[in-house]
Nanobody, 124 residues
Framework: QVQLVESGGGLVQAGGSLRLSCTASGRTFSTYAMGWFRQAPGKERDFVAAIRWSGGSTNYVDSVKGRFTISRDNAKNTVYLQMNNLKPEDTAVYYC?????????????????WGQGTQVTVSS
């Protein structure tokens, strides 16, 4: 069992930055791939970024490449999403998720555990 708690969301102007954190409970955190997803009002929950259990491989949706960076610290059971040059279209609830996978899953169906979400609002 893995429990996930996100933090770091908020209101920021376009062009600004935020860093989201997701802390996991459980001793098996380091064996899970971790991902970030986001869901805007009335839309599906979409993939944003993911990182392999070792941190050696990452994957991003095209719209955030070059602006967002996912990283993890297995000693702290925490995964991060550094978001730079934020745009109004990045506004959404952001969720972290854990997948028992040795790869870098990009679909929500591959993730077993989810956090409660944190709101990110980017004003123009």
């Amino acid at each position: 069992q893995v429990q996930l708690v996100e933090s770091g969301g908020g209101l920021v102007q376009a062009g600004g930055s935020l860093r989201l954190s997701c802390t996991a409970s459980g001793r098996t955190f380091s064996t899970y791939a971790m991902g970030w997803f986001r869901q805007a009002p009335g839309k599906e929950r979409d993939f944003v970024a993911a990182i392999r259990w070792s941190g050696g491989s990452t994957n991003y949706v095209d719209s955030v490449k070059g602006r967002f960076t996912i990283s993890r610290d297995n000693a702290k059971n925490t995964v991060y999403l550094q978001m730079n040059n934020l745009k109004p279209e990045d506004t959404a609830v952001y969720y972290c998720a854990a997948a028992p996978s040795g790869f870098v899953p990009t679909t929500r169906y591959e993730y077993n555990y989810w956090g409660q979400g944190t709101q990110v609002t980017v004003s123009s």
